[in-house]
C-alpha cells in the first residue's frame, strides 16, 4: 500500500523522478534581480556579466558598456554560439541579439533562441531590430516571447531598456507553437501542405488550420505573402 501511495504521488507531483521536474521560469528572474540589487549597492565589478551582447557593431557595444551599472557589465561576442557558451558559465546573464549583425538566417536563428527561452534555462533575450525593418520585427515578435527593441533608440532609452527586468510574459495567442513553428520551417523550405502533413502524419485539414493561425498572428491574409515573406527572411546578411 504505502509503495502504491509512493508511486502514486511521483505520477502526480512529477517531483521524484528524472526528466518531469516540476521547473519553473521564476528561478532565472529572481536570480536577475539579485544580481541587479548587489551591482547596484557593490562598487567592486562583480564576477559573473549582467548582458551578453552578440553584435558586430562596436560602436553599439561601446554605447552599452559605457553606461551605468548593471549596462558597464556587459561581455561583448561575434557569433551566436560563443554567447551560448558563455551562458553555461553564467545562466543568470541576460542575452541580447543584434539582428542586423545576424550570420545566419533569421529563421535559423530564431529558432535556436526558442530553445532557451521557451526550455530550462529560460534565458531573457532581447532583440534588436531596425525600426525599418518591419519583416523582421514582426517575425521576431511572433517567433517567441522576446523583448524586441528598436536599436536606433537614444542611448539613454536604450540603456534603461536593457537594464529593465522584467518577468517573461507568455502570451502563447501572440507567438507560435511549437507545431505551427514546425510547419514555418518546412514552409522556408519550399515543402507543400501535402508534404508537411505527410510527415507529421497529421490530417491535412489540420495543416490548413495552423496555417491560418500563422497568417494571423502575422497580420497576413494569402499564402503567398507569407512565401513573399520567408523568402525575403531567408537572405542572410553578407559581412
Avoid at 191 to 213: D, K, M, T
Amino acid at each position: 500500500m504505502r509503495m502504491t501511495v509512493r508511486r502514486y504521488r511521483r505520477r502526480r507531483k512529477g517531483s521524484d523522478s528524472l526528466g518531469f521536474s516540476d521547473v519553473r521560469s521564476r528561478a532565472p528572474f529572481f536570480d536577475r534581480l539579485v544580481y541587479l540589487s548587489q551591482s547596484i549597492n557593490q562598487t567592486r565589478r562583480p564576477d559573473a556579466p549582467f548582458m551578453l551582447l552578440v553584435t558586430h557593431d562596436q560602436f553599439l557595444q561601446t554605447g552599452i558598456q559605457c553606461g551605468p551599472a548593471p549596462m558597464k557589465h556587459c561581455c561583448g561576442y561575434d557569433t551566436l554560439e560563443s554567447a551560448f557558451s558563455a551562458l553555461e558559465n553564467w545562466p543568470s546573464a541576460r542575452l541580447v541579439v543584434d539582428i542586423e549583425s545576424r550570420t545566419l538566417p533569421l529563421l535559423e536563428m530564431l529558432d535556436a533562441l526558442r530553445r532557451i527561452i521557451l526550455y530550462p534555462p529560460f534565458t531573457a533575450v532581447s532583440l534588436l531590430v531596425r525600426a525599418d525593418d518591419y519583416d523582421a520585427r514582426i517575425m521576431c515578435k511572433t517567433s517567441g516571447p522576446f523583448e524586441v527593441l528598436e536599436r536606433q533608440l537614444p542611448a539613454q532609452a536604450l540603456q534603461h531598456a536593457l537594464a529593465t527586468t522584467l518577468p517573461p510574459v507568455n502570451h502563447r495567442s501572440v507567438y507560435f507553437s511549437r507545431e505551427e513553428w514546425t510547419i514555418l520551417q518546412f514552409l522556408s523550405q519550399g515543402e507543400s501542405l501535402r508534404n508537411i502533413a505527410l510527415f507529421h502524419q497529421r490530417p491535412y485539414s489540420r495543416i490548413v488550420y495552423r496555417l491560418g493561425r500563422i497568417l494571423s498572428k502575422l497580420g497576413l491574409h494569402h499564402r503567398q505573402e507569407l512565401l513573399h515573406l520567408l523568402h525575403r527572411l531567408a537572405v542572410s546578411p553578407s559581412y
